[in-house]
Nanobody, 124 residues
Framework: QVQLVESGGGSVQAGGSLRLSCAASGRSFSSGGMGWFRQAPGKEREFVAAITWSGGNTYYGGSVKGRFTISRDNANNTVYLQMNGLKPEDTAVYSC?????????????????WGQGTHVTVSS
């Protein structure tokens, strides 16, 4: 009975920045983690980033490492994805997901709840 709502998507120029938010409601989280995934038209869903609620351990997909930063606000059950140095290839629908597991967080099958997604468009 967890709801996830993403926000912050939009259109931005290449090289610009955008911050996505994912707010969880229904109950608090003290364990497990949150992940961000993205999917562009005609492409497979790609792991972007993940963070654990308790330890704050972060993990990134290779294509975004060094440009994106995932963070969490445990008190408000909110996770953020700060995206800097955006490239046109970052254009996709970004979805957040929540899991009570703390391993294999790069796999979408590990997540229990998913948001509706928010679209990010990066123009050249």
């Amino acid at each position: 009975q967890v709801q996830l709502v993403e926000s912050g998507g939009g259109s931005v120029q290449a090289g610009g920045s955008l911050r996505l938010s994912c707010a969880a409601s229904g109950r608090s989280f003290s364990s497990g983690g949150m992940g961000w995934f993205r999917q562009a038209p005609g492409k497979e869903r790609e792991f972007v980033a993940a963070i654990t609620w308790s330890g704050g351990n972060t993990y990134y997909g290779g294509s975004v490492k060094g440009r994106f930063t995932i963070s969490r606000d445990n008190a408000n059950n909110t996770v953020y994805l700060q995206m800097n140095g955006l490239k046109p290839e970052d254009t996709a629908v970004y979805s957040c997901a929540a899991t009570r597991k703390e391993s294999l967080l790069g796999l979408s099958i590990r997540y229990d709840y998913w948001g509706q997604g928010t679209h990010v468009t990066v123009s050249s």
